[in-house]
């Protein structure tokens, strides 16, 4: 089955960097369009970026500039770089798997807390 696998979160300080990985199996990565997506408590998930299985990416707006998406087909794994964090970028971040390129996330990971203090 498909198992998605996310690290690299911890603990910044505002203005720092973090880059997390999102380690894929038992699909085909380089067919996939692979989503990052965050959840702040008490907040609904909302989708930071997504790539596509071309390499074309989009940013929500709160992080575009800031934050980049890349892949590495050899390796199944997804990144993302998150540059200037802010507090409020403070959430659980999650990469998701979509075969359809409509949206429709198949796979999720579970997680990685980030924590940007001020």
């Known amino acids: 089955q498909v198992q998605l696998v996310e690290s690299g979160g911890g603990l910044v300080q505002a203005g720092g960097s973090l880059r997390l990985s999102c380690a894929a199996s038992g699909l085909t990565f380089s067919s996939y369009h692979m989503g990052w997506f965050r959840q702040a408590p008490g907040k609904e998930r909302e989708i930071v970026g997504r790539?596509?299985?071309?390499?074309?990416?989009y940013y929500a707006n709160s992080v575009k500039g800031r934050f980049t998406i890349s892949k590495d087909n050899a390796k199944n794994t997804v990144y993302l770089q998150m540059s200037s964090l802010k507090p409020e970028d403070t959430a659980v971040y999650y990469c998701?798997?979509?075969?359809?390129?409509?949206?429709?996330?198949?796979?999720w990971g579970q997680g990685t807390q980030v924590t940007v203090s001020s």
């Open positions: 998701a798997a979509d075969p359809t390129a409509w949206g429709k996330y198949s796979a």
């Open positions: 790539i596509t299985s071309s390499g074309s990416t």
